[in-house]
C-alpha cells in the first residue's frame, strides 16, 4: 500500500461526446477504498454518462480509468464486472422472467466456472459449485431482506423489492465497487430510510459505494463525499455539508437568475 | 428448473420403468395396429425432436430467433452423405461420422452466429432466413465446376448405420420378433433423441443456461453481471446447431437419399412451429410440439379416404386442408395458449398474471 490514501477508482479526464453534445468533459474524480461516494447534478448532468463509460457499456473519447491500481479494460462491461465493479441500473434491469433467486445466480457467472460438459456430465465439481451458488444466492436474497420471495418472478416483485433484489444482485459478482443508479427513486420515505440502512451495512461490509442519486437528503446523509456534475463538468467536490453550500452547486440547482 | 419435482423416489423410478417399457414396445405395437408406415412417421418424429429441442436452445433459452436452422440439418446429412456413400466413395463408420458431422454442424453454428452478434429481433431473423437459404442454394449448384453435392439430384446410395456385417437396412429376426430397419432405426433414434433431451434439460438448469435465459430476458443487465455476451451466444448457436446435425446424420443414414430439397425455409418455420407450439424454452414442451407437427399432417391424410367412405367423393383435398388446419390451429394457439401447449410452470404464470 503507498503513502498517499489509498484511491479504489481513479477517473483522469474522462471526456464522452455524443455528436455535438459534450456529455462529460475533463472529469477526473478518485473515490477511496470504504467510502460511499455521491455524484449528484440536474438532469442531463452527464451522470449516468459517467456510469455508462464507468462500466464499460460506451467508449470514452478521452480520459482513463485506474481501478484498484490497474487500468480498466474499456468497452467490455463483462470484464469490468469481472474486475470488480458492479452496477445496477437507473430504470431497474432484471431478468424478468427469471425468479428472484435465479436472478442473484446469474450474478454468481463471473464468479464461478463450470461450462458445458461440467452441465452435461453434473461431476462432483459442478454440483458442489452449483450447491456453493445456491446457497451464496439465497444468503444475499436473506442480507437484502427478500428471501420470502426467493421463487417469485422479478418482474411480479414490488417496486421496493425489485431495486433490492438489483442490489442482491450486483453483490453476487463480489465486486470492490458497487455503482448505484438512483436506488432511491420511486421510493416513498420508509423504503428510502430501509434503504440507506442497507446500504450502510454494505460499506460496513467492506463495499465502496458509488451512488448516483436525486433525493438530496439520502445523499447528504449517507455519503462522505459528493461530486457535482453541470453540463458534463464537475464543478465541485467535498463534504456534502460544503457542498451545499458551493454558489456553483446552489446556481447549477436554482439556475443563474437566483444566484 | 424442470427437472427437480419433489416425487418420492420409488414412485419416480417405477414411472421411468413404465415409461421405458412404454418406449421399447411402442414400434411393435404400431406396427401392429397402425401399419409400418406409422412406424415410419414415428422415426421422422424423433428426428424433429432433436431438432426442435437444438432450435430451443437458440431461440428458447437464449432467445435468438432463427429463421434457417435448417441449415444445419441440411449440413449434418451433407455431411454424413459425403462421407459415407459412393460420391467420394468413402464410407467412414458412423461411429465416427455423427461425431464428426455434430462438430461440423457446431462449426456452422458458430459461422453462423459470429456476424449476427449484435443482431436482435427482426434483423436476426432475416440475416438467419438468408443464411438458411445461402446453404440450401450452395448444396444445390456445388456440382460444378467440381461435383462436390451432385446438385439437385442429391446423393444417393449414403450407407446405412453399420457395424461390422450388423446394417440396420437389413430385418432381423430375434426370438421371433421381426425387427425391421423401421424399428432398429426407432431405438437409435429413440437413444439419441434422449440422450439430447438429458442435455437439454442439464444445459437448462446449469451456469451457462442460466447466462443464455439471462441474455434472452435482458442483454444490458446480462453484461453488467459479467457474463461475456458474445461467447455465450456463440455457444448457444454451436450447441443447437450440434443437435441438428447429428438428426441431419441419423437422417442421410436412415433415408440413404438427401437432396437440397428436404431444406427449405418452409422446414425451418415448422421447426420454429415445433418449439412455439409445444412451449418455448420447455423441453417437454418442445418434445410434444415436435411430436404433435408431424404427426398430425400424416393423420390428416385420412381425411381423403374417410371422405369417399362417407359422402361417396372427396370435397377437400386431404394436403390442402392439412395447411388450412395447421394454419387455423396456429392462429387459435396463438390467441388462446401464446406460452404454448405445455409451458413451463414458470411461463404459464407469467400468462396468467
Known amino acids: ?259 | 428448473m424442470a427437472t427437480t419435482l419433489p416425487r418420492q423416489p420409488a414412485a419416480k423410478w417405477l414411472g421411468i420403468v413404465l415409461i421405458a417399457v412404454a418406449l421399447v414396445v411402442l414400434p411393435f405395437a404400431v406396427d401392429a395396429t397402425l401399419g409400418r408406415a406409422w412406424v415410419r412417421i414415428i422415426d421422422v418424429a424423433l428426428l424433429f425432436v432433436m431438432l426442435a429441442l437444438g432450435l430451443n436452445i437458440v431461440v428458447g433459452y437464449a432467445g435468438l430467433l432463427d429463421l434457417g436452422y435448417v441449415a444445419f440439418f441440411a449440413v449434418g446429412a451433407y455431411a454424413y452423405a459425403l462421407l459415407a456413400s459412393p460420391q467420394f466413395d468413402i464410407h467412414t463408420s458412423f461411429l465416427l461420422l455423427l461425431p464428426l458431422g455434430a462438430l461440423i454442424t457446431a462449426m456452422f453454428g458458430v459461422l453462423l452466429g459470429a456476424p449476427t452478434l449484435k443482431l436482435r429481433g427482426d434483423y436476426l431473423a432475416i440475416v438467419t432466413l438468408g443464411f438458411g437459404e445461402i446453404i440450401r442454394i450452395f448444396l444445390n449448384n456445388l456440382n460444378r465446376p467440381f461435383n462436390i453435392t451432385n446438385g439437385p439430384q442429391g446423393i444417393t446410395l449414403i450407407d446405412p448405420l453399420q457395424i461390422g456385417d450388423v446394417a440396420l437396412s437389413k430385418t432381423f429376426v430375434i426370438g421371433g420378433i421381426t425387427l425391421a430397419p423401421v424399428h432398429s432405426y426407432y431405438f437409435v433414434f429413440l437413444l439419441c433423441a434422449l440422450l439430447i433431451v438429458v442435455v437439454s434439460l442439464r444445459l437448462e438448469d446449469s451456469r451457462i443456461g442460466r447466462a443464455w435465459v439471462a441474455i434472452r430476458e435482458d442483454e444490458a443487465a446480462a453484461k453488467a453481471m459479467g457474463i461475456n455476451t458474445r461467447d455465450i451466444k456463440l455457444l448457444a448457436f454451436a450447441m443447437g446447431a450440434t443437435f441438428g446435425g447429428v438428426s441431419g446424420g441419423l437422417y442421410a443414414a436412415f433415408q440413404g437419399f438427401v437432396s437440397p430439397e428436404s431444406f427449405t425455409l418452409l422446414d425451418s418455420i415448422m421447426i420454429l412451429c415445433m418449439v412455439v407450439l409445444g412451449g418455448m424454452g420447455h423441453v417437454p414442451g418442445v418434445v410434444l410440439g415436435a411430436v404433435l407437427l408431424t404427426a398430425l399432417p400424416e393423420a390428416l391424410r385420412y381425411v381423403g379416404p374417410l371422405q369417399k367412405d362417407w359422402f361417396g367423393q372427396v370435397f377437400v383435398d386431404p394436403s390442402d386442408l392439412r395447411m388450412l388446419l395447421f394454419g387455423l390451429a396456429l392462429v387459435l394457439m396463438m390467441l388462446f395458449r401464446p406460452a404454448g401447449l405445455w409451458p413451463s410452470k414458470i411461463r404459464k404464470r407469467e400468462w396468467t398474471a
Open chain 1, 1 to 259: 500500500m503507498s503513502g498517499r490514501m489509498s484511491a479504489l477508482l481513479e477517473a483522469k479526464s474522462i471526456s464522452k461526446r455524443f455528436g455535438g453534445l459534450e456529455a462529460l468533459t475533463d472529469v477526473t474524480l478518485a473515490i477511496s477504498r470504504g467510502e460511499i461516494y455521491g455524484l449528484i447534478g440536474p438532469n442531463g448532468a452527464g451522470k449516468t454518462t459517467f456510469f455508462n463509460v464507468l462500466t464499460g457499456f460506451y467508449r470514452a473519447d478521452h480520459g482513463e480509468f485506474t481501478f484498484d491500481g490497474e487500468p480498466l479494460y474499456a468497452g467490455a462491461p463483462h470484464r469490468v464486472a469481472a474486475a470488480g465493479i458492479a452496477r445496477t441500473f437507473q430504470n431497474i434491469r432484471l431478468f424478468g422472467n427469471m425468479t428472484a433467486l435465479e436472478n442473484v445466480m446469474v450474478g454468481r457467472h463471473v464468479r464461478t466456472r463450470s461450462g458445458v460438459i461440467g452441465a452435461v456430465l453434473r461431476n462432483a465439481a459442478t454440483r458442489a459449485e452449483e450447491r456453493a451458488v445456491h446457497e451464496h444466492s439465497y444468503r444475499l436474497l436473506e442480507y437484502v431482506g427478500i428471501a420470502a420471495r426467493q421463487s417469485d418472478l422479478a418482474h411480479s416483485l414490488p417496486y421496493g423489492d425489485q431495486r433490492r433484489l438489483e442490489i442482491a444482485r450486483a453483490l453476487a459478482t463480489e465486486p470492490k465497487l458497487l455503482a448505484l443508479d438512483e436506488p432511491a427513486a420511486g421510493m416513498n420515505a420508509t423504503e428510502t430510510a430501509t434503504l440507506r440502512q442497507l446500504l450502510e451495512l454494505i460499506r460496513t461490509d467492506g463495499t465502496t459505494i458509488l451512488l448516483i442519486e436525486h433525493d438530496v437528503k439520502l445523499v447528504m446523509g449517507l455519503c462522505d463525499r459528493v461530486a457535482v456534475l453541470d453540463y458534463g463538468l464537475k464543478i465541485a467536490e467535498g463534504q456534502p455539508a460544503e457542498v451545499q453550500r458551493n454558489p456553483a452547486v446552489i446556481e447549477a440547482y436554482l439556475g443563474g437568475a437566483l444566484a
